[in-house]
């Protein structure tokens, strides 16, 4: 074969071999060992100096246990689930925000466009954490929601969505909408409006010409955007664990306390394998969805 | 053998008596400053083919959607059927449009874009099912039902559309440069096809196009549009024969315009085109004209011989120079500029194999037509 075609093929695989496979198998050596005093803190580790009678005992020491925990104790089973109904819940919630600004956007006037993109954008030119800290100044009971609100006079109590399921909502919304407009408003952009006139003269209202127009040819931006705010928000730490308080069970949460509270890795690893397991699903669904448009 | 009485000529336009479809009455439309389509009236009759021609910009899109309801008119009414139709939205008008992209609907079949307006209309799965079918064997697209729009080829699609606007058994189809996609051999099947298409259905079609070749094929009127106003609505023969302007003999053909004055008025009128030459004889064609006012000449390429002598029976002749000559095969286009200064076009059939070598470059010809052959236009 062409040694430069060769390079060229062998480019991405190299990628994911050094950026993915090696770092997942490491995840998943540790998974399947046992907890020790010592650094790191997991035994055995890989000791080529004992030649074959090390290599064996190493395979040895090897087993299923972290799993098998983690369907011992049902903290793990109910943070998984609720993480899934979390990130499930927000990513609806993303869709009904964006979607609207999608189509206001495919709808404004073409010179208009690029700063609407850009201002979509703009957010993430600061940082994400930062953004989410700024929300806990919004959303305590004595932030600027509340104090608006009892202004107002909408409410007399102060309401408490700070360290509620609300909070984390919200924050992930925030956060993900980007992820959410973009595919769509491409996907709605490149629309001949021509066909809602087509609609309209074949006798449908404008309301009846966005769903059986509009909407449907959304449908891959819809897609694509759902699993762009699906799949980071089922592993999301930094959300549940500033918004979100002690009451909200996330996975992401329950990973970062594995590893640095408990100084566990091989259960923290079995819980990343996990939910790595969990996420190839969608992502693999994600790839057929994209490859039937193609 | 079966012999068929010859149908009587499809004329509504010259019948009194005749109501038409569609009646704009002082039709005025404005986009801000810009004034699209100016003060214009019209009647076009049932079960005509009525092409709306004229350079991009003319307001001839403008007049159709106003007919199809996605724009209203600033001043005037429009009646369909007797019946004002500025308050009526596109959805509720009897009215369909078949668009210059075909806007068919990417996401469904060919079977459900011409099925769309039927089940929008709440049509029972039965009338939807035949109704579509017969659109199909009209179009001859049956092969193609289950078949997205991206899947079939640029003539099918014009097809779907096509189809699809005449599902709904509108009384008026509009088209919006039907067959700018198409390449040159498709267009011209398809004119037929289309023709053939509204003779059967007994469709009013309105049809918007730029290319001239195309308006006069298929429609039973032409109007000719310029700068918001119609300039001439008359059948293709008298639009190309009797152009009332320069502007639609330009339009319309190739014609060559020569400016003059009137020298002597008779039966005959004499144009003085310049000093020392002999005036053009004409006919007037019933034009009022002063003597001394001055006129333009326009005359067809066709309608003038080339020859090495002046043609005996023709009644106006000019030498001149050949300083083009434009091989197309079945004719050749001669530009001959007169001893006068002005430049002629003239067309020959290139009847005989090699005829076409008789004048080169350079060569003196005289130029000889007859008194019936041209126009004397006032503007």
């Known amino acids: 074969m062409n040694p430069r075609r060769l390079v060229l093929i062998a480019a991405p695989y190299a990628w994911l071999l050094a950026l993915f496979m090696v770092p997942f198998l490491i995840v998943l050596k540790i998974s399947l060992s046992d907890t020790a005093v010592a650094i790191p803190p997991y035994a055995p580790t890989f000791d080529l100096s004992a030649g074959w009678a090390g290599i064996r005992e190493f395979f040895g020491g090897l087993d299923f246990e972290n799993f098998i925990w983690l369907t011992e104790d049902d903290l793990y089973w109910k943070s998984y689930l609720s993480s899934m109904k979390i990130a499930a819940v927000a990513t609806f919630l993303t869709l009904l925000a964006g979607y609207p600004v999608a189509y206001a956007m495919s709808r404004a006037k073409p010179e208009w466009r690029p700063t609407l993109m850009m201002l979509i954008i703009l957010p993430f030119w600061s940082s994400a954490l930062i953004r989410v800290y700024a929300w806990i100044g919004i959303l305590q009971s004595e932030g600027y929601l509340n104090q608006l609100l009892l202004w107002s006079g909408v409410i007399d109590t102060p309401?408490?969505?700070?360290?509620?399921?609300?909070?984390?909502?919200?924050?992930?919304?925030?956060?993900?909408?980007?992820?959410?407009?973009?595919?769509?408003?491409?996907?709605?952009?490149?629309?001949?409006?021509?066909?809602?006139?087509?609609?309209?003269?074949?006798?449908?209202?404008?309301?009846?010409?966005?769903?059986?127009?509009?909407?449907?040819?959304?449908?891959?931006?819809?897609?694509?955007?759902?699993?762009?705010?699906?799949?980071?928000?089922?592993?999301?730490?930094?959300?549940?664990?500033?918004?979100?308080?002690?009451?909200?069970?996330?996975?992401?949460?329950?990973?970062?306390?594995?590893?640095?509270?408990?100084?566990?890795?091989?259960?923290?690893?079995?819980?990343?394998?996990?939910?790595?397991?969990?996420?190839?699903?969608?992502?693999?669904?994600?790839?057929?969805?994209?490859?039937?448009?193609? | 053998m079966e012999s068929k009485p010859a149908p009587a000529p499809f004329a509504p336009w010259e019948d009194a008596a005749a109501h038409p479809l569609i009646r704009f009455e002082g039709v005025t439309k404005r986009f801000g400053d810009f004034t699209a389509v100016s003060d214009l009236n019209l009647k076009i009759y049932p079960r005509e083919f009525f092409a709306l021609l004229g350079p991009s910009g003319c307001g001839k899109t403008t007049l159709m959607r106003m007919l199809a309801g996605f724009e209203t008119p600033t001043e005037g009414t429009i009646w369909l059927d007797g019946q004002n139709i500025a308050p009526v939205p596109p959805n509720k008008r009897p009215v369909n449009m078949m668009f210059q992209s075909y806007a068919l609907f990417p996401h469904l079949s060919v079977w459900d874009n011409i099925a769309f307006g039927l089940r929008r209309a709440g049509k029972d799965k039965e009338t939807v099912r035949a109704r579509v079918e017969e659109m199909l064997r009209l179009t001859r697209l049956d092969q193609f039902a289950r078949r997205k729009p991206h899947q079939i080829s640029g003539g099918q699609?014009?097809?779907?559309?096509?189809?699809?606007?005449?599902?709904?058994g509108p009384k008026?189809?509009?088209?919006?440069?039907?067959?700018?996609?198409?390449?040159?051999?498709?267009?011209?099947?398809?004119?037929?096809?289309?023709?053939?298409?509204?003779?059967?259905?007994?469709?009013?079609?309105?049809?918007?196009?730029?290319?001239?070749?195309?308006?006069?094929?298929?429609?039973?009127?032409?109007?000719?549009?310029?700068?918001?106003?119609?300039?001439?609505?008359?059948?293709?023969?008298?639009?190309?024969?009797?152009?009332?302007?320069?502007?639609?003999?330009?339009?319309?053909?190739?014609?060559?315009?020569?400016?003059?004055r009137v020298a002597a008025l008779g039966e005959e009128a004499e144009i003085a085109y310049a000093e020392g030459a002999r005036p053009i004889v004409t006919r007037t064609g019933g034009a009022a004209l002063e003597p001394g006012q001055s006129v333009f000449y326009a005359i067809r390429p066709e309608k003038i011989w080339v020859g090495a002598a002046p043609h005996p029976d023709?009644?106006?002749?000019?030498?001149?120079?050949?300083?083009?000559?434009?091989?197309?095969?079945?004719?050749?286009?001669?530009h001959v500029r007169l001893d006068t200064g002005q430049m002629v076009k003239a067309l020959m059939?290139?009847?005989?194999?090699?005829?076409?070598?008789?004048?080169?470059?350079?060569?003196?010809?005289?130029?000889?037509?007859?008194?019936?052959?041209?126009?004397?236009?006032?503007?």
Not at chain 1, 176 to 192: C, G, V
Request: net charge negative; glycine share 6%; with cysteine.
């Open chain 2, 314 to 334: 023709r009644i106006n002749s000019v030498e001149g120079t050949i300083v083009d000559i434009g091989y197309l095969g079945d004719v050749s286009t001669y």
């Open chain 2, 172 to 260: 008026l189809l509009l088209l919006d440069e039907p067959l700018g996609a198409l390449d040159k051999k498709l267009r011209q099947d398809t004119q037929f096809e289309l023709m053939d298409i509204q003779e059967k259905t007994g469709t009013t079609f309105v049809i918007v196009t730029h290319d001239q070749e195309e308006a006069m094929t298929v429609a039973s009127r032409v109007a000719v549009m310029d700068a918001g106003r119609l300039c001439q609505v008359d059948t293709p023969q008298h639009i190309y024969e009797t152009p009332n302007s320069r502007y639609v003999a330009d339009f319309i053909g190739e014609v060559s315009i020569i400016e003059g």
């Open chain 2, 157 to 168: 699609r014009q097809r779907v559309a096509l189809a699809r606007s005449l599902a709904l």
């Open chain 2, 349 to 379: 059939t290139n009847a005989e194999r090699y005829a076409a070598s008789r004048f080169t470059w350079n060569d003196r010809v005289w130029l000889s037509w007859s008194r019936h052959a041209g126009v004397v236009l006032a503007s």
């Open chain 1, 159 to 294: 309401l408490s969505i700070l360290n509620t399921q609300v909070a984390v909502y919200i924050g992930i919304v925030y956060t993900y909408l980007p992820f959410m407009i973009l595919p769509i408003y491409a996907s709605l952009e490149k629309m001949d409006e021509s066909l809602l006139e087509a609609a309209e003269d074949l006798g449908c209202t404008r309301i009846t010409a966005f769903w059986r127009v509009t909407f449907p040819l959304s449908k891959p931006g819809i897609i694509a955007g759902c699993f762009l705010v699906f799949i980071p928000s089922l592993g999301e730490f930094v959300i549940p664990s500033i918004l979100g308080g002690s009451q909200t069970l996330m996975i992401g949460k329950v990973l970062w306390e594995e590893f640095f509270s408990n100084r566990d890795w091989p259960v923290a690893s079995a819980v990343a394998v996990v939910l790595l397991l969990i996420l190839v699903i969608p992502i693999v669904l994600f790839q057929r969805n994209e490859e039937r448009n193609a």
